[in-house]
Structure formats: structure tokens, C-alpha cells
């Protein structure tokens, strides 16, 4: 657990710092928050991966759930009390605050968080059920990459759009095909990656629904919430790729 923690604090410190630079990219510069939020994004993804070989520790359930709360209280120290008390939060916040999106932003993040990891545990015990858990890495590498990748793909190269919902609102939000192609790109190298943990038959059906289905999911998700949708698709998907499998013998 030394590591584990350890692993957690050097995460939350890197986001927490790199949230401040951004932000202050943002309010100073104009950059687009739409990219920021995704360097975040990538930084939450690919930190932990490369940490992993420096810090090792068993993970489970009880890791996931601490990882998560660590990263929830990490976002709720961005509360509007906080952040107009403290110029650090304020400026840290400007990298997450889509003006689109308020006056939800923090609600959205945090119940995102919330319903991503609920969905995450149950599907790793799911898996753990077929004794599979390692097929979880499809689903991260699609919820990863290709949900990283959608929004500044769309935001830059979007030309063929169509409209979503948001929860607590009934304000129309734009996503792109060319950003949807992301995942599907993405599900496909997912399942290429993680070949070698697909038995026989297993890996062209992973291939078949996988992608397509996550495609779907992150489309028709709303705004800002797609990651559990996508999580539990995920997890769905890569059940059926196992019963389907074993019904072919």
C-alpha cells in the first residue's frame, strides 16, 4: 500500500499542477478549454502507466475505489467557496470550465467520477467472475484514447456534427462523426493490443461488437458523462465476446 500511495500522491500533485499551468493558460493566453480538459485527461491515463514499473502494488477493488475518491476530493477542492477564497483553485479550475458547460461543470465531473467508478468495480468484479479481469484494459484503452482523443479531433477537424443531451439540463451539445471515429479507431486497437489475452474465436468477435458498440455508447452518452456509459458498454461487450465465444465450443 506504500506504493500504491505513494503512486496516488504523485499523481494527484502532477494533475493538481498541471490543472494550475493550464489554467493560467487559459485565462492568459485564450487557449480552448476543450484541449486542456483532454491534456488532463491524457495526463490522468498515461501517468499512472508509467509510473506503474517504479511503484508496484497489487490492485483490486479496494485500490480502485481509494483511486477514486482520492480524485474525486482532488476536483471538490475546486468548489466555488474555495476558489473565491484562493487564487490556486481559481486558476486550476479555468483548465476544467468549459463555459458551455456551466453552471454544472463540478456538478457533472463529480457525478461522472462517481457513476464511472461504481461502474468500473462492478464490472471488474463482473470479469473477475470468468476470471478475465486483465480484458478490462480494452475498455480503459478505448475510454483512454479514443474518448481522449474525440472532443479536440472534433473541435478541430469536426465537420459532420450531430447533437446530444446533458443531465439536469435541456441545452443541445455538438459531437462529430470525425470524433466518434476516434473510438472506433481506438476500440480496434484496443482489441489488436490485447490480442494475446483473447482466446480462439474470442478476438474477432471482441473485434465485431467492441469498437461499434463503444462507438455507440460514447455518441448517444450525455455530455459530459460518457465515461461510465462507456465503461459499462465496455464491460457488457466484453462479457458477451466471452459467452459467445464459449458457445462456439
Known amino acids: 500500500m506504500a506504493n500504491f500511495w505513494a503512486l496516488e500522491f504523485i499523481r494527484t500533485i502532477a494533475l493538481v499542477a ?19 480538459r483532454k491534456i488532463l ?63 454544472f461543470t463540478l456538478l457533472w465531473l463529480t457525478t461522472q467520477v462517481l457513476a464511472t467508478y461504481v461502474v468500473l468495480i462492478g464490472v471488474l468484479v463482473w470479469l473477475d467472475g470468468y476470471e478475465r479481469v486483465t480484458l ?19 473541435v478541430r477537424f469536426g465537420r459532420h ?26 476500440g480496434i486497437l484496443a482489441c489488436v493490443l490485447m490480442r494475446d489475452q483473447l482466446v480462439g474465436a474470442e478476438f ?10 463503444m462507438t455507440l455508447a460514447e455518441a448517444w452518452s450525455p455530455h459530459t458523462w460518457d465515461s461510465p456509459f462507456l465503461y459499462l458498454t465496455g464491460g457488457a461487450t466484453t462479457v458477451l465476446t466471452l459467452e459467445l465465444a464459449s458457445l462456439g465450443g
Not at 67 to 91: C, H, N
Not at 136 to 142: A, D, E, H, K, R
Not at 166 to 173: E, I, K, P
Open 18 to 36: 498541471t490543472a494550475w499551468g493550464l489554467g493560467w493558460l487559459v485565462l492568459e493566453r485564450g487557449w480552448k478549454v476543450n484541449y486542456t
Open 41 to 103: 485527461h491524457f495526463i490522468l491515463f498515461f501517468l499512472p502507466i508509467f509510473l506503474a514499473p517504479y511503484f508496484p502494488f497489487e490492485a483490486g477493488t479496494g485500490t480502485t475505489l481509494l483511486s477514486g475518491s482520492t480524485f474525486l476530493l482532488a476536483i471538490l477542492s475546486m468548489v466555488k467557496p474555495v476558489r473565491e477564497r484562493f487564487a490556486f483553485p481559481r486558476v486550476a479550475f479555468a483548465a476544467l470550465d468549459r463555459p458551455e458547460d456551466r453552471p
Open 136 to 154: 478490462i484494459y480494452i475498455t480503459v484503452i478505448i475510454a483512454g484514447i479514443g474518448d481522449g482523443l474525440a472532443e479536440p479531433v472534433g
Open 161 to 186: 456534427t450531430y447533437t446530444t443531451r446533458a443531465l439536469f439540463s435541456d441545452r443541445r451539445y455538438t459531437r462529430s462523426m470525425e470524433g466518434s471515429a476516434c473510438v472506433l479507431l481506438s
Open 204 to 213: 474477432w468477435i471482441a473485434l465485431a461488437i467492441i469498437p461499434a458498440a
